[in-house]
């Protein structure tokens, strides 16, 4: 079995996230998405796995290389073009399009093959799938979940008769127009002659093209409803919501890392804490060579990011601070999501730093540790002729 990872697009609902980072490289716990993708792949004996590239394509390609790190081969492909004057530009293909590309290019697809999205975490029985997918003779399968009515409209709806065959598939419908709510989870398992199906040179998607087309051809399609763990990035908020679960650790075989200091508390190497009136409540991860200053709360769960400084008198509520963060002192973060120059609330409002009159936070290689002072415009002087 091979595998391919959809990593092509540009993860607008995640933004402020993805203006710097293709989504499969967000991270949980301080780890990408796609990393533990490839993790979960390998564990099952998945050693050869595909990855279509557009967006930022180089940040993937230069933290995973090869996958030697992972005891797998990664191969890429990039879906974009090169313009006369050097400036490289993504230009996705689609999902399905994207495959057709990599079977055109190189055959890759000669065996059965699991196809992922890679913005999701999830510990799926590959081995029991792929043997449900061969016991019904699927050239097709997708993975579905059950999930509430009223979320139907995010995700590809599934309807399928009572052995699983898919008679209709609706992608990202209304509520009311919706006819269930199984919904994919962005994971499919394909035989190689599906991609005969599929046009060449095309924007082709797997979800609105291939899967109407395999309905309509009455292909062997199939529904799998499975439950497992399935951790889903859809939008910044889930983002927030994610990270709170994990770090509260109601997500199996997903452990906080460093050194614990203390129950609920964790830190990573060279982290300096004066915990002169300072509280910190977990669960809290503090990252390599942080600086917490005297009378600091930080209330769990909160993740801070390596290099980060909280100076005094600061507060941290249930937040997610990346890498280099300095919170100014006697600033009140609650429950917010800081990222370089953004920050974005519970409710995924995202708010630029220019926006904070006085200030809230700064980046932390940044040597000055105060708010700096409204520069005065002085009066233009015009010299006499």
Not at 117 to 124: E, F, K, Q, Y
């Amino acid at each position: 079995m091979k595998a391919m990872i959809l990593a092509a697009g540009k993860g607008t609902r995640v933004r402020p996230l993805t203006y710097d980072l293709p989504k499969p490289m967000i991270p949980i716990l301080g780890k990408p998405v796609m990393a533990y993708i490839i993790e979960h792949l390998e564990k099952y004996g998945v050693k050869e796995i595909m990855v279509n590239v557009s967006y930022l394509h180089e940040k993937i390609e230069e933290y995973f290389g090869e996958g030697h790190q992972y005891d797998v081969q990664i191969g890429y492909s990039f879906e974009g073009y090169t313009t006369d004057s050097g400036e490289v530009v993504p230009q996705p293909i689609g999902s399905a399009g994207g495959m057709k590309k990599i079977q055109e290019f190189g055959g890759f697809f000669d065996d059965t093959t699991i196809v992922l999205c890679g913005d999701a975490v999830i510990n799926l029985d590959i081995k029991s799938a792929l043997f449900e997918h061969r016991r019904k003779g699927a050239k097709a399968s997708i993975i579905c979940r059950e999930v509430p009515r009223d979320k139907v409209s995010s995700y590809g709806v599934v309807v399928s008769d009572k052995e699983g065959r898919i008679t209709a598939f609706q992608e990202k419908p209304k509520v009311e127009d919706a006819l269930s709510n199984f919904v994919s989870t962005g994971i499919y398992i394909f035989e190689p002659e599906i991609l005969d199906l599929i046009p060449s040179g095309e924007v082709f998607d797997i979800g609105s093209d291939l899967f109407p087309l395999l309905v309509e051809k009455g292909i062997p399609f199939y529904a799998q409803n499975r439950s497992f763990s399935w951790i889903d990035i859809g939008s910044v908020k889930d983002y927030w919501e994610v990270s709170q679960s994990v770090m509260m650790g109601e997500v199996a075989h997903m452990d906080v890392p460093g050194i614990q200091l203390a129950d609920g508390i964790w830190s990573g190497l060279n982290t300096s804490i004066d915990w002169e009136g300072t509280t910190i409540e977990g669960p809290v991860y503090i990252g390599s060579g942080c600086k917490i200053e005297a009378g600091v709360t930080i209330i769990g769960p909160t993740w801070i990011g390596h290099g980060s400084h909280i100076c005094k008198g600061s507060t941290v509520v249930r937040s997610v601070l990346f890498e280099y963060t300095r919170v100014l002192p006697n600033v009140s973060l609650e429950e917010m999501i800081v990222f370089k120059d953004y920050s974005v609330n519970r409710g995924g409002e995202m708010r630029h730093i220019s926006e904070y009159v006085e200030g809230e936070w700064g980046n932390a290689r940044d040597r000055r540790t105060k708010r700096r002072p409204a520069v005065e415009q002085e009066p233009a002087v015009v010299n006499a002729a």
